[in-house]
Every structure is written in structure tokens, then in C-alpha cells.
């Protein structure tokens, strides 16, 4: 009975957060969801008289491999929502028929044959000390080829997750004189202004005011203004909400232009920001040009 | 057979040596081909040293032969294992190829010395030289042969000669042309023979000269020998000439000079009379091969008297009249051993003659700026007087003038014709008639009458180089048909080779002509040569050829034979070649370009499902695997 | 109760798999992989018990290890993907086509 309730518990859950994965519109919550079906699983394991495998599930997928996921998405940029719209013609309707079909035609396989009541591991583990010993007699007898085997395979792919995440350092990394140098040869050698600076406010989303009263451009946050125009908070100065807007399009068609392939030289990634700096910089003609060019832009997508 | 031949052949000797008159040229060739400029000073000198020294060579062979009984003059020279087993290359000396390895180092020499001061102001003299030699070593090597696979590649040897020497002058499109005509034209001949010489081996089993005697020949079915005997003719009449392949021969004179002498009068074209000669054993057991011989030998002698008669220029109206002289061989050479001698005799005292003409007409040429129409020349005796001479007695050599030499050996051929059939004989006493009507013209046309010269002719005689070969072939134009004929001398020498005729083959024996057949002979070239000073020598020839009656037209055109030959093989070929092309390429192409198109449009349709989206793949394995799934089941539930 | 185990296995298992077909983040399809996995894991589970040995309790576990090692591997692909194309999206890696 505590297994039936445990089973349609954890069943309704498990499903509900499998739907959640494929349907939620963030990464994250993606993940979250995955986390929740892991765990459901290791205890329907438990339930079955596998605890060894529940704690294993548990701790690799729920704590090693969901994390690794969680990080990658983090480092992928956790922000980017997926477009919801289809651009593979026919590929929803078919997903879905494929899905259905197939789901409905393994239940309809497994709901046709008659189980006789489970043996239960009793048997399984008579003579010996418990699940775990069980099967770790069965792991370093019978199997233990094959578990040295994933022994090597294991040895591999952390080699080829370095392999495949190194990147090959082509010149010398810059040394302070270098950075300094640049600073001082481009156009901003000071700070950038914080935030705040001479404003009403010096909260982190307001951006400073030069000595005319006037928006410093360089202090805009930009991931603050994004969020606050995309949620609709933003500045009720309506000069400063233009400028911001002005500001975040221009960031926009800069990243929807082609990417010209893999930049593997830091220095120079290093310096784009101070390259960014410098067009903020520029006068107010260069601004109008930029006005100009942005629809153009958008035309040539 | 345990034949003399094989009683003598490892004899030493000088006939041990005499591959070097083979070896002699063959080396000169090389050197001047694989010497290349560095030779241009020397070549030349090189290359008549060469001919020379064959001829030598020949000369003391010839000695050694005559010092030996008759029955014994006949010398197989084994040299090395060709085909082993099967064909030994080997020379055979006989009087019969003795006789002409003399003609053609002699001749041969003549000409090369004539050559130096004929091409001295050609800037390949080196090359034609080489060329020169290697015509020397091929001939010989087809003559000296003692089977029929060494005579093979000989006679391919002088066909490649003639091809270089007739297109010498390449950049001349006519030339080029010619020499490809020449060369085409003889492949035909050259296959005739190719299939005789298998013939040959499945019937007999050997190609020595030496096994295929009278006796082994008698053996096959008289079908086989006539296939055999023409099939030679065939390979004869395309080496010599003769109808119906008979129409390079005259295109042929775009070569020098010289060549046309040495290649295209004197001995080349001379190839096929001494292959009916030489394969006599089968000729002689196949009389329908034997008539059509005759029959070939005739027409072609009537032929090329006829277009001789018509032609202007110098050198094709001598290269008519060598197709008509090789036709009176041909005749002799299909009368049996009767016309055996007189056939090779006339071969011989024609190498003299002709060549004698051709290089007269060469120095004429020289000395009046390589024009070649005979009606812009003229009354050119006074100027050029030993060309003259030696030219006039050339032409009184072949139109038969008694005492001479054309005259016994052209009378010889013409008896023993009548003698065999009457019919062919008065057919070549016609053509005799001819001849005397055609050289006479040619002689008045080009040493008398009136000037009609281009205004910057400024004939003069010809350096010694070039007159000393003319005086001495114009000596053998005189007496050597006397020497070769009188006492049936020529005949007797012969006999170890070709065998004597029976007495009853022999026209009744003559000294001065008394037989109603040469009387007959003389008369028509007195009428033709009194017609030729009637109407060339006294009277004004037009410096223009007039329009003329269609017989002229005719002979002019070469009898029509271009004309035939476009018309029954060139048009149909072309129009066969065109089908072809039109069923390659609708058929065969549309057939096989059809397929790949197919192929092509559907791998075309087919890989747009290659859309690159790898969710449309895994799509397409979930499907896949339901339809596993869903086969499983069914399988499980039957 | 098997029976109820397997059809929430089948089901999950045919979640996962509109969940790779539809969803265009590199990640999420690989979430929905390891979805899949595990789906399979819970059948090998039930089946031990059915059976009443340890076979499928193995096999799980070895279906773990290998799931750990293709997670290391194929999040480094993702990620080098990601650094050069600036995109984690499957769609626009779809350069290798007719």
C-alpha cells in the first residue's frame, strides 16, 4: 500500500516535471525540472530495492551531472530564451504524432502482458549482506572487464572534455605594461564613470550626469537597462529612457551581426571593451549615422 | 629441302660481311637523326659516305657471287632468332636481290651525290639526308630479305622513307597532303600483303623464301595460291602504283627531286614487280593471279601514258610515265619465268633512265627557279647542254630507240606478250606508241622551240656535282640494256632465283628487231614523236594551258581517279563516320547521359532531405524505432 | 505493480523524445537525453525486481557511468559550439547538408 501512494505520488510528479522540461520557455527552469525527475526516480529506485542506485542517482546525476548542466548554462548565457517559434516546417505536428504514437504504443505493449507478482530481490541478495555488497560482488566478479573498461572510458572523456575545451593560447598573454599602454593610447584613459555621479540617485540603474546635466553614456548598465526595459520599469525621465533604449538597439544589432568565427586571442577580447568605450565616445553625428544605419541593418537580416 | 643455300650459308667470306650494307645507311640514318645539328657541316658527306659504302659492299658481294658456280649462287646470311621458332631474320643473297641491291646503292649513290649540290641551299640538307639513308637501309632490307617478315618491315621501312621524303617540305600543305595520301593509299596495299603473309603461314607453315619453292607451292589448292597471289598484288600495286591504287604517285612529286629519282622512279615503286618476282613459286601455280597481274600491268601502263600526255608539269609527267614503265613490269613480271628477266631488266635499265630524267628535270628546275611547267621553259638546249644531252638520251632509252636499253628490255616484255597473248601485246605496243608521243613532247616542250621563260629565269647549266651523276647514269641508259639482254645474258644470271622459262614460253630470238611486234613498236613512236614535233617542236606552245577536248581533260585530271576515289570511298566513308557520330552521340551518349541525368535529377531530389537540422533526423529515428516497436509486436503476436 | 512501472518509464521516455525533437537549446536536447536515460534506468530497475535478480540494477549502473562520461564530452562539445558559433542553438549548426 505505502508503495502504491509512493508510486502515484512521485508518478504524477515525475511526469509533470518531464512535461516542465520540454515545455518551459528558460533553460534553467528546464533544469530544475530534470533535477525533480532525478529524484523522483531515485526514490521509485529505492521503493524497488535498489538503494544502491538511488544514492548513486542521487549524487551523480542529481548532484554531479546537474550541476555540470547548470554550469554549462551559465556559461552559455542563462538569459537567452528560446524563440518559441518552429522554423522546421511540419516538425511540431510530427514530434508530437511520433511522440504519442510511440508512447502509446510501448504502454499498450507493456499494459497487454500479464506480470506475474515480482520475484523481489530477496532472492537476489540471500546469503550475502545486503544490496550493496551484492552487488559489488557481482561488479568485481562477474563484470569486472567491463567496469574496467568504464574505468578507461571515464579517464577519456575527462581527456576529452579538457581536449575539447582548451584553447591554444597564440600569442603572449598581455602583461600589465601592455594593458596600461593600451588604457593610455585609447581615448578613455580614466575610469569609467560609476553609476549615479552627480545624479539624484546613486542607485546602481542610474546613470551618471556630466557636469551640464547631461546622460554619461559610458555609465549605463547595460544589463540592468535591458532588464528594465524588458520589464517595463523603465526611467520616467523620458531623455534618459531614449538614450538608454538608443543605447541597448545599438548593442542589439552589434550582436546580431555575423560573428566572425572563433576569436581565440584574449588580449584582443580584452580590449573590445575599451573598442565599445571608444564608439560611445564618439559625437553626436556618429550617433545620428548609427540612428540611420540600424533599420538598414535590419532590412539586410 | 637441303638446299645450296643452306650448304653455303655458314661459309665465311665477304658474304659474311655483307649485312653491313644494311647496317652501313641504317647507321647513318641514326647518326644524323640522333646527332641532330651538330652534324648540319658533315651530315652530308656523312650520309653519301654511307651509300657509297653499302654500294661497295654490294659490289664485292656481287663479285663473290659470280666467282662461284651458278647453281650456287644463291647465299642465305642467317643474322639473328626473330620470332624464335617460328621466323629467323636472315639475308639471302641471289642474283635476283644482288641485282637490285646494286640498282639501289648504285643509283642510290648517284643520287646522294647529286643531292649535295641539289638541297646545298636547303637548311635541313642534314635531315633529308638521314632520311636518304634510311630509305637505302629499308630498301635493302626488303630486297635482301631472306623472308617474307624481314621484307615486310623493309617495305614499311621505304613506306615511312617516301611518307618523310614527300612531305620534306612540310610547310607546304601540299606536301603534307601528299605525303598522308601516299601514306594512306599505301596502307591499303600494305594490308593486302599483311593478309597474304598470314595466308602464307597458315598454309605453308614457314615464310623463308627458301621453303616456299615450286614444289611446296604446288602442294595447296590452286583457291588458296590465287588468294595468295592477290593479295601480294594487292601490297604490289600499292607500293607500285599500280590500279587501282595507283593515285599518290603522282601527288608524291611535291618531295625534292631527288626523291621522286631515287624513291618514286628507280626503286621504291619498283618494290611490288620484285615481290611478284620473288613470291613466282605461287604466281606461277595460280594462272588467274598470273592474268590479273597482266591485266593490272596493262591497264596501268595505258594509264599512265595517258595522263602523261596531258600533264605540264615536268615531274608528273615523268611520274606518269614511271606508272606506265612499272606497268610494262608488271606485265613481264605476270608472264612467268619468260618474263621474268625482262621484267627485272627493264626494272634495272629504267633505274637508270628514269632517274637519269628525273634529275635532268631536277637540274632544269634548279637552273629555272623550281618552275616545274614545262610551257614556261623552252629552248632551253643551248643553255644547259650536258642536262640536255643526258636528258635526250633518257628519253631515246625509253621511248624504245634501238640500241638502247629501254629499247631491248621495253621490246623483250612486248614480245614475250604477244607471244602469251596477242591482245596484251598489241595493248602495249599502244602503249609504247604513247610513250613515244608523251617523252617527245616533254623533250621538245623543254630543250626546243621558243623561249617562253618567267622574266627572271636566268637558266645556266648545273655545278659538276650534280651533272657527273647524269652523264653517269645516261652511260647505263645507253649500253647496259644491250649488255643485260644480248645472248640472254640478264636471264641466265637470274635462272638460280626465278628458274628458266620452258622454250616454248620464248618468242622466237631476235638481234635488230625483225619480229612484226617491235616493227610494229617503231612505227608508232616514230608516228607519236613525228605527231609530238608537229604539234610541240614546230609549232607555238601556248605559255597557258588552252582549254582542251575531254580526253584532255581527262588525262589531266589523272583519269578521274581522285574523283573516283571521293566519291566511292571518301563520301560514304565520311557519311558512315557521320552515322557513327550521330548514334554515338543520340545513342550510345543519349543512352548512357540519360542514365546519369536520371540518376543525377533524383539524388538531386533526394538530398534535400539532407536538411541539415539534426532535429529532422533524430525525427525521422524516432520513427524508425516506433516502426521497429511497432513490428516487434506484431511479430510477437502471431 | 511492474505494469505501472513500465508504462511511467514508456512515458517518460516518449516525453524526452518530443522533448529532443522540439526544443532548439543545445542543452535542453541534452536534458531531454539524459530524460531518456533515465527513463530506461527506471525499466532496467523494475525488471530486476520482476525477475528477482541483479542484472538490471547492474545494467543501470553502468547506463550511469556511461551517462556521466557522455555528459562531460557532450556539454565540452556544447560549449566549444557555443564559442565559436555564438549560439547553442541545434538549428544553426546544420552546415553539413546537401
Not at chain 1, 236 to 242: F, G, L, N, R
Not at chain 2, 433 to 458: C, E, I, N
Not at chain 2, 523 to 548: D, K, Q, T
Amino acid at each position: 500500500m505505502g508503495e502504491t501512494i509512493t508510486f502515484w505520488v512521485l508518478a504524477v510528479v515525475s511526469v509533470a516535471a518531464a512535461l516542465g522540461l520540454v515545455f518551459s520557455r528558460k533553460a534553467v527552469y528546464s533544469a530544475l525540472m530534470l533535477g525533480v525527475v532525478m529524484l523522483s526516480l531515485a526514490v521509485l529506485y529505492a521503493v524497488q530495492d535498489a538503494p544502491f542506485l538511488a544514492a548513486v542517482q542521487i549524487i551523480v546525476y542529481t548532484g554531479a551531472v546537474m550541476m555540470l548542466f547548470l554550469f554549462v548554462l551559465m556559461l552559455v548565457g542563462v538569459d537567452s530564451a528560446d524563440s518559441l517559434v518552429e522554423t522546421i516546417r511540419g516538425q511540431r505536428f510530427w514530434a508530437i504524432v511520433a511522440g504519442l504514437g510511440f508512447g502509446l504504443l510501448l504502454a499498450l505493449a507493456v499494459g497487454n502482458v500479464a506480470f506475474s507478482p515480482a520475484a523481489g530481490m530477496g532472492r537476489a541478495v540471500s546469503g550475502r549482506d545486503g544490496n550493496v555488497p551484492a552487488l559489488a560482488e557481482e561488479i568485481f566478479t562477474r563484470h569486472v572487464f567491463a567496469f574496467e573498461v568504464t574505468s578507461a572510458l571515464l579517464i577519456t572523456a575527462a581527456l576529452g572534455a579538457m581536449v575539447l575545451a582548451h584553447r591554444e593560447r597564440v600569442r603572449p598573454k598581455a602583461t600589465q605594461r601592455d594593458l596600461a599602454r593600451t588604457r593610455f593610447a585609447g581615448p578613455q584613459p580614466s575610469p569609467l564613470p560609476g553609476p549615479g555621479t552627480y545624479a539624484l540617485h546613486n542607485a546602481i540603474d542610474m546613470p551618471a550626469l556630466l557636469p551640464d546635466g547631461t546622460v554619461a553614456v559610458t555609465s549605463i548598465n547595460r544589463v540592468l537597462a535591458r532588464h528594465e526595459m524588458e520589464e517595463g520599469y523603465a526611467p520616467t525621465d523620458p531623455e534618459k529612457a531614449a538614450l538608454i533604449k538608443q543605447v541597448l538597439e545599438k548593442d542589439a544589432a552589434r550582436d546580431a551581426a555575423p560573428v566572425e568565427g572563433d576569436k581565440p586571442i584574449q588580449v584582443k577580447d580584452a580590449l573590445q571593451d575599451e573598442g565599445e568605450l571608444r564608439d560611445e565616445g564618439e559625437p553626436q553625428a556618429g550617433t545620428t549615422s548609427r540612428k540611420e544605419n540600424a533599420p538598414q541593418e535590419e532590412d539586410g537580416k | 629441302m637441303q638446299s645450296p643455300a643452306e650448304i653455303v650459308s655458314h661459309a665465311g667470306g665477304v658474304t659474311g660481311v655483307s649485312w653491313l650494307m644494311i647496317a652501313l645507311p641504317l647507321f647513318g640514318a641514326a647518326v644524323l637523326l640522333l646527332g641532330g645539328r651538330r652534324t648540319n657541316a658533315w651530315g652530308h658527306f656523312f650520309g653519301v659516305a654511307m651509300s657509297l659504302g653499302a654500294f661497295a659492299v654490294a659490289v664485292v658481294t656481287f663479285v663473290e657471287l659470280l666467282g662461284l658456280q651458278p647453281e650456287q649462287r644463291r647465299r642465305d646470311i642467317g643474322l639473328f632468332e626473330f620470332i624464335p621458332g617460328m621466323v629467323d631474320l636472315g639475308m639471302l643473297i641471289d642474283p635476283l636481290s644482288i641485282s637490285f641491291a646494286l640498282l639501289i646503292t648504285g643509283v642510290g649513290s648517284l643520287i646522294h651525290i647529286y643531292s649535295v649540290g641539289y638541297m646545298s641551299h636547303d637548311r635541313d640538307r642534314r635531315r633529308f639526308f638521314a632520311y636518304l639513308n634510311l630509305f637505302v637501309a629499308a630498301m635493302l632490307l626488303l630486297v635482301l630479305s631472306d623472308n617474307y617478315i624481314g621484307l615486310f618491315i623493309g617495305w614499311e621501312g621505304v613506306g615511312l622513307a617516301s611518307y618523310l621524303l614527300i612531305g620534306f617540305w612540310q610547310h607546304k600543305p601540299s606536301a603534307a597532303t601528299a605525303a598522308q595520301k601516299a601514306f594512306i593509299v599505301n596502307r591499303v596495299g600494305d594490308f593486302g600483303l599483311l593478309i597474304g603473309i598470314f595466308t602464307i603461314w597458315t598454309t605453308f607453315g614457314s615464310l623463308a623464301f627458301a621453303d616456299l619453292t615450286h614444289e611446296v607451292a604446288g602442294q595447296a589448292s590452286e583457291g588458296t595460291l590465287t588468294a595468295i597471289g592477290l593479295l601480294l598484288l594487292l601490297g604490289a600495286c600499292g607500293k607500285s602504283a599500280q590500279l587501282p591504287l595507283q593515285s599518290w604517285l603522282l601527288d608524291a612529286m611535291e618531295g625534292p627531286t631527288p626523291v621522286s629519282a631515287l624513291i618514286h622512279a628507280a626503286t621504291m615503286v619498283t618494290a611490288g614487280v620484285y615481290l611478284v618476282v620473288r613470291s613466282g613459286a605461287f604466281f606461277e601455280a595460280a594462272p588467274t593471279a598470273q592474268l590479273v597481274v597482266t591485266i593490272v600491268g596493262v591497264a596501268t601502263l595505258l594509264a599512265g601514258a595517258i595522263i602523261g600526255c596531258a600533264k605540264d608539269d615536268i615531274k608528273k609527267g615523268l611520274a606518269g610515265s614511271t606508272m606506265s614503265q612499272i606497268g610494262y613490269m608488271m606485265l613481264g613480271a605476270g608472264l612467268g619465268p619468260a618474263g621474268y628477266a625482262f621484267a627485272i631488266g627493264h626494272l634495272i635499265t629504267h633505274g637508270f633512265f628514269k632517274a637519269n630524267m628525273f634529275l635532268g628535270a631536277g637540274s632544269v628546275m634548279h637552273a629555272m627557279n623550281d618552275e616545274v611547267d614545262m610551257r614556261r621553259y623552252g629552248a632551253l638546249f643551248p643553255v644547259m647542254k650536258i642536262t640536255a644531252v643526258t636528258f635526250i638520251v633518257g628519253y631515246l632509252a625509253i621511248i624504245g630507240f634501238p640500241l638502247l636499253s629501254g629499247y631491248y628490255t621495253k621490246e623483250g616484255i612486248i614480245e614475250t606478250a604477244m607471244h602469251h597473248n596477242q591482245i596484251l601485246g598489241w595493248l602495249a605496243v599502244l602503249g609504247a606508241g604513247l610513250t613515244g608521243f608523251y617523252m617527245s613532247r616533254m623533250v621538245f616542250m623543254t630543250f626546243f622551240g621558243k623561249k617562253r621563260w618567267a622574266d627572271d629565269a636566268h637558266p645556266h647549266e648545273s655545278p659538276a656535282v650534280m651533272t657527273w651523276p647524269l652523264i653517269i647514269l645516261a652511260i647505263g641508259s645507253i649500253g647496259l640494256g644491250a649488255f643485260l639482254v644480248l645472248g640472254n645474258r640478264f636471264m641466265n644470271f637470274l635462272s638460280p632465283a626465278v628458274g628458266l622459262p620452258q622454250p616454248a614460253d620464248m618468242p622466237e630470238p631476235h638481234v635488230f628487231g625483225v619480229g612484226t611486234a617491235a616493227l610494229a613498236t617503231l612505227a608508232l613512236v616514230a608516228a607519236g614523236a613525228a605527231f609530238a614535233w608537229f604539234r610541240y617542236g614546230a609549232a607555238e606552245v601556248p605559255a597557258v594551258a588552252p582549254r582542251a577536248s575531254f580526253l584532255t581533260t581527262f588525262a589531266r585530271r589523272d583519269l578521274y581517279g581522285d574523283a573516283l576515289n571521293e566519291a566511292l570511298l571518301m563520301r560514304p566513308g565520311q557519311w558512315l563516320t557521320r552515322i557513327a557520330v550521330f548514334f554515338d552521340n543520340r545513342g550510345v551518349d543519349g543512352l548512357v547521359n540519360g542514365l546519369a541525368a536520371g540518376i543525377g535529377g533524383t539524388s538531386g531530389r533526394l538530398r534535400r532531405v539532407q536538411t541539415g537540422f539534426v532535429r529532422s533526423y533524430a525525427l525521422s529515428i524516432l520513427f524508425g524505432a516506433a516502426a521497429v516497436v511497432g513490428a516487434l509486436l506484431y511479430v510477437g503476436n502471431i | 505493480m511492474t505494469t505501472h512501472y513500465l508504462v511511467l518509464s514508456a512515458l517518460l521516455f516518449a516525453i524526452g523524445g518530443v522533448g529532443v525533437l522540439l526544443r532548439r537549446n543545445a542543452i535542453v536536447v541534452f536534458m531531454c537525453v539524459e530524460l531518456m536515460l533515465n527513463a530506461c534506468n527506471l525499466a532496467f530497475v523494475t525488471f530486476a525486481r520482476q525477475h528477482g535478480n541483479l542484472d538490471g540494477q547492474l545494467i543501470a549502473f553502468f547506463v550511469m557511468v556511461v551517462a556521466a562520461a557522455e555528459v562531460v564530452i557532450g556539454l565540452a562539445i556544447i560549449v566549444m559550439i557555443f564559442r565559436t558559433r555564438r549560439s547553442a542553438s541545434v538549428d544553426n549548426a546544420n552546415l553539413l547538408k546537401y
